[in-house]
C-alpha cells in the first residue's frame, strides 16, 4: 500500500516538473500556426479575393485579420503593444509575410509559458485572467479563422493543409 502512495505521488510529481498544461498548449499553438501559414501559401494569388458568399469576407481578409489579431494579442502579452498595419497590404506576398511575423510574436508569448506562469493572474480585456486562457484564447480564435480559410480553400477546389495531412499528403491541389 505505501508503494503505491509512493508511486503515485512521484508519477504526479513528475507531470507537474514536466510543465504538462503549457507544453500541450504550445503543442496545439504550434498546429494551428502551422495550418494557417500553410493554408496561406495554398491558395492561389488569384483567389485571394475570393468569397464564398456576398456577405462573407474574403480569404484576403481572413489572413489579413489573423496577421492583425495575432500580433495585437500577443505583442500586448509580450509587453509591448503593436499594431501590424495587414490590413491595409494587398499582394499575396505581403499577407503571407505579415501573417508570419504576426504568428511568431505569438512564438514568443507561447514559448515563455511554462506551468507556473500559465497560472498567473494578469489584466487582459479588462478582468482578471490567467495567462494560459489568454493564450488559449489566442489559439481558438486563430482556428476559427483557420477553419474559415478551409471552407474558402475547399470551395476553390484545394485540400486544407490539416485534412491534406491526414490523407498522407496526396490530396487536392497544393
Same mark, same amino acid.
Given at each position: 500500500?505505501?508503494?503505491?502512495?509512493?508511486?503515485?505521488? @512521484?508519477?504526479?510529481?513528475?507531470?507537474?516538473?514536466?510543465?504538462?498544461? !503549457?507544453?500541450?498548449? #504550445?503543442?496545439?499553438?504550434?498546429?494551428? #500556426?502551422? *495550418?494557417?501559414?500553410?493554408?496561406?501559401?495554398?491558395?492561389? +494569388?488569384? *483567389?485571394?479575393?475570393?468569397? %464564398?458568399?456576398? +456577405?462573407?469576407?474574403?480569404? #484576403?481578409?481572413?489572413?489579413?485579420?489573423?496577421?492583425?489579431?495575432?500580433?495585437?494579442? $500577443?505583442?500586448?502579452?509580450?509587453?509591448? %503593444?503593436?499594431?501590424?498595419?495587414?490590413?491595409?497590404?494587398?499582394?499575396?506576398?505581403?499577407?503571407?509575410?505579415?501573417? #508570419?511575423?504576426?504568428?511568431?510574436? $505569438?512564438?514568443?508569448?507561447?514559448?515563455?509559458?511554462?506551468?507556473?506562469?500559465?497560472? +498567473?493572474?494578469?489584466?487582459?480585456?479588462?478582468?482578471?485572467?490567467?495567462? @494560459?486562457?489568454?493564450?488559449?484564447?489566442?489559439?481558438?480564435?486563430?482556428?476559427?479563422?483557420?477553419?474559415?480559410?478551409?471552407?474558402? @480553400?475547399?470551395?476553390?477546389?484545394?485540400?486544407? %493543409? !490539416? !485534412? +491534406?495531412?491526414?490523407?498522407?499528403?496526396?490530396?487536392?491541389?497544393?
Amino acid at each position: 500500500m505505501n508503494r503505491i502512495v509512493i508511486l503515485t505521488a @512521484l508519477g504526479v510529481s513528475s507531470l507537474l516538473a514536466q510543465d504538462t498544461l !503549457s507544453t500541450e498548449a #504550445k503543442q496545439r499553438w504550434t498546429q494551428t #500556426k502551422n *495550418n494557417l501559414i500553410a493554408a496561406a501559401e495554398k491558395m492561389d +494569388e488569384a *483567389n485571394y479575393d475570393f468569397k %464564398p458568399a456576398a +456577405e462573407s469576407q474574403s480569404f #484576403k481578409v481572413l489572413v489579413s485579420h489573423t496577421a492583425d489579431s495575432a500580433m495585437g494579442t $500577443c505583442s500586448a502579452f509580450n509587453g509591448s %503593444p503593436q499594431k501590424l498595419g495587414a490590413a491595409s497590404l494587398s499582394s499575396k506576398a505581403e499577407l503571407v509575410e505579415a501573417l #508570419k511575423k504576426g504568428l511568431a510574436e $505569438c512564438d514568443t508569448a507561447y514559448g515563455g509559458l511554462t506551468d507556473a506562469k500559465a497560472t +498567473e493572474m494578469v489584466e487582459a480585456r479588462g478582468a482578471q485572467r490567467s495567462r @494560459l486562457t489568454i493564450l488559449w484564447g489566442n489559439t481558438v480564435h486563430m482556428e476559427h479563422e483557420y477553419a474559415q480559410m478551409a471552407v474558402h @480553400l475547399r470551395l476553390k477546389g484545394v485540400v486544407p %493543409p !490539416s !485534412s +491534406e495531412r491526414g490523407m498522407g499528403g496526396k490530396g487536392g491541389k497544393k
